[in-house]
């Protein structure tokens, strides 16, 4: 029997996973590497099935009374003039007219952080340091130097999971880089930008700026290929100076967000990869998110994916509750399916609007209300 799970990482596929499986009476622990709640990160989509996942969340309404309210977007040169504009679509969301919500990643996460009973408990500044198999359950020590036992670990933390490097023994096959650093930052917004999107795009470097909600701040994200360049792990001033270097040629507002880049707390910095992993399961340890599968943010679809895999991991642990492998098995025949089609769309055309066929509910074999019935 699967009674308390330890899940890595308290993004949307962690924290969706800890309400099903909490919700299922299960004890979930959730171990999350930032020091607290992280602010920051752009606007996520949540499309197609992931709208009905989030309706059977009970949260559709607040996450709809959160979403972004773009009304249009301008393409700029390099030196921030001008060269179209549109009302009917932004780069980040698609087709305004569209039943997608798009709302900030953090905002999405305190959602679900608000649906969680007062039974799930997540521990901030805490990570995975070792796994072993125990029997019928996985000791895990912790970075704090603590040790504790679980019947089962999930680990949710992100496109370089540290739960799948220190399990799985595929790390250096699933990796497939993009070939461009994607860098997210906020900056208070001195522009006035207000409901708009600014984009840029020139050969091997690009940029999306548009407002928070309440307007007072600019989240900007910027995409380049790092070239030869180290990656900076864990570096953060290299990485601005990276950013500074890669757009020392934009002229407009740009230098003076960079000057802002230099003093603020808040950057994403990530290669973009897809993680094409061969198993998603090992034992009494699974991977959930993108730790499993990112198709990267070219597809626009992680977060949904992320929201869906939860819900079909929760639905498989459920219904086999005392045969493991075989819930590991239906976890991956039902998502594996969905998976491919929204990493292989990338694949084929890197581009950000989603073919009808990805998101309809008949043909991705994805039918939700029948995982509700085993997990609600
Ligand atoms: C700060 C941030 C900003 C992002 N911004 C964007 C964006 O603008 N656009 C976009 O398309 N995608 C963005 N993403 C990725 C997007 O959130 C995911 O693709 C998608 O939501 C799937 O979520 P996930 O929960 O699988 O992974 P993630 O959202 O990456 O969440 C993983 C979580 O695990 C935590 N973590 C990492 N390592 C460890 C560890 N060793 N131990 C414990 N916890 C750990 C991370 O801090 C994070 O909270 C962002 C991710 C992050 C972390």
New binding site residues.
């Given amino acids: 029997m699967i009674r308390n799970v330890l899940i890595?990482?308290?993004?949307?596929?962690?924290l969706a996973l800890a309400y099903w499986l909490d919700k299922a009476g299960m004890s979930v622990t959730v171990?999350?590497?930032?020091p607290e709640f992280?602010r920051?990160?752009?606007?996520?989509d949540v499309r197609g099935v992931a709208l009905d996942v989030i309706r059977s969340m009970g949260l559709y309404d607040q996450v709809y009374a959160l979403r972004t309210r773009l009304k249009g977007m301008s393409t700029l040169d390099a030196n921030g003039v001008e060269l179209e504009r549109t009302e009917e679509r932004t780069h980040s969301a698609g087709r305004l007219d569209s039943d997608d919500i798009e709302i900030f990643?953090d905002d999405l996460c305190e959602l679900l952080i608000g649906a969680l009973s007062e039974r799930v408990e997540i521990h901030y500044g805490?990570?995975?340091s070792a796994l072993r198999e125990e029997g019928d359950e996985v000791r895990v020590t912790f970075a704090s130097g603590e040790e504790q036992s679980f019947d089962l670990v999930a680990g949710?933390?992100?496109?370089?999971?540290?739960?799948r490097k220190l399990w799985f023994d595929h790390e250096a096959e699933v990796i497939r880089s993009l070939g461009v650093v994607?860098a997210?930052f906020t900056t208070p917004n001195f522009i006035g930008l207000k409901d708009w999107q600014l984009i840029h795009r020139e050969e091997g470097l690009g940029y999306v700026i548009y407002p928070n909600l309440d307007q007072t701040e600019l989240r900007i994200?910027v995409g380049f290929a790092p070239g030869d360049a180290p990656m900076a792990r864990g570096d953060v001033q290299a990485q601005k100076e990276m950013i500074a270097a890669r757009c020392a040629g934009l002229g407009g507002h740009f230098p003076e967000f960079i000057k802002a880049l230099q003093n603020g707390s808040q950057l994403?910095y990530n290669e973009l990869a897809q993680i094409r992993a061969p198993t998603w399961s090992r034992g009494r340890v699974v991977l959930?998110?993108?730790?499993a599968h990112?198709a990267s943010?070219f597809s626009?679809q992680?977060?949904s994916?992320?929201l869906v895999g939860a819900l079909v991991l929760a639905r498989a642990l459920v219904h086999n509750s005392d045969q493991l492998p075989d819930a590991m098995a239906e976890y991956e025949q039902r998502m594996r399916p969905f998976v491919l089609m929204n990493q292989d769309m990338v694949d084929m055309t890197r581009r950000t609007h989603i073919p009808d066929e990805v998101l309809t509910r008949s043909k991705n074999g994805i039918d939700i209300r029948d995982l509700l019935a085993e997990v609600a």
């Fill in positions: 890595s990482g308290a993004g949307v596929a962690g171990v999350e590497l930032a992280r920051g990160g752009q606007a996520i990643r805490q990570s995975i949710a933390d992100g496109v370089y999971s540290r739960t994607l997210i994200s994403y959930a998110g993108d730790a990112c943010p626009g992680g977060t994916l992320a």
